[in-house]
């Protein structure tokens, strides 16, 4: 059964899907907690809509909802132990390349941008919940069968890859770390906007420092130019909304199921919130692209660079999400992709060395 009635006459639906897709600020806003998350606020620009039958989405809807929904919960407003991470990485790799979305057009390969994916290695236009689960993956946790994606890189007409195991950060998005729980199977969402401008990116709420290169920081666009040295590389780091609504794995937007955090008044706390109460892991992609110098010819699939923005669909095998989010996250650790702390020594990793639960 639906949460919500397929038959939302057309002018909400319209309004409801442009208003989701944009991003507002770079912290939580202060809300009250009993009140929806503010979000499209801006006008002009819209991400494309696509819906389409698919394995997970028989009736091609755009609404997939979870089976079953998470009911009963309330956004935590508790304060735990100062704990500065709450954190363990999924180290990535890129797979492939393809102009294929299977979240914005699924089913319909070729008829998206170019994307890099990292992640599971069979990750298409096709994929879906039980093609990608269990499948092979270039992370280092086996267990991690994930889709991660994002526009691809080019200077000029060159395709420049990241290379080796990007960084993929798990975090606590939420004050009370304790409250997060891991993702549901099939759980999906899209982080950004391609039509955004570049207000609207330097303004959305997972913005952290932009394009970085050398010792340039917060860029809205790519640099002209970065020192081109070996060391030096092009670097973006961009958060994903970590507040569910525990009805849908997917939306027609892609966005309105997932939330960023808001403040609770009068403090500095941030929680999920009523309109999505599940607080989830926070992921963060921290990527970097072998390239510097002259980067006035360098550009992404989508455009220009405020045009970044990823995707993600879950695939992890359950017990080991599970592991990795209570020891590193719910614990208060700061964890490498083995959920091993460094500054703790003295604590068992979670996975062995294999990158699997013992």
Known sequence: ????????????????????????????????????????????????????????????????????????????????????????????????????????????????????????????????????????????????????????????????????????????????YTSVRPFPKGLRFVVGNPMQSAEEFRGHKGFVEGWECGDSFFNVDIPASCPERPDVQLNLRMQAPSCWDGKYLDTPDHKSHMAYPVVKPGTNDNMCPASHPVAVPMIEFKMAWPVNGDMSDVRLASGRGYSFHYDFFNAWEERTLKALVDGCIVGGFQCDARGYDLYHPERDAVLNADYRLP
């Open 1 to 176: 059964m639906r949460w919500r009635s397929k038959q939302l006459p057309a002018l909400l639906l319209g309004s409801a899907l442009v208003a989701s897709v944009l991003g507002l600020g770079t912290v939580a806003t202060a809300a009250d907690p009993g009140s929806p998350d503010p979000v499209g606020q801006h006008t002009g620009h819209t991400a494309a809509v696509s819906t389409q039958a698919s394995g997970d989405d028989p009736d091609g809807d755009g609404y997939i909802p979870a089976v079953p929904p998470v009911t009963g919960v309330t956004p935590s407003t508790h304060t735990p132990p100062t704990r500065y991470h709450k954190e363990f990485q999924a180290n990535c790799a890129v797979t492939h390349t393809a102009p294929d979305d299977p979240i914005v057009y699924p089913g319909q390969p070729g008829k998206s941008h170019d994307h890099t994916f990292m992640g599971n290695t069979s990750t298409d236009a096709g994929s879906t919940t039980a093609s990608l689960y269990g499948g092979d993956t270039t992370c280092l946790a086996p267990a991690d069968a994930s889709a991660y994606w994002m526009p691809s890189l080019y200077k000029g007409d060159k395709k420049i890859l990241p290379v080796g195991p990007q960084t993929i950060y798990y975090k606590a998005g939420v004050t009370d």
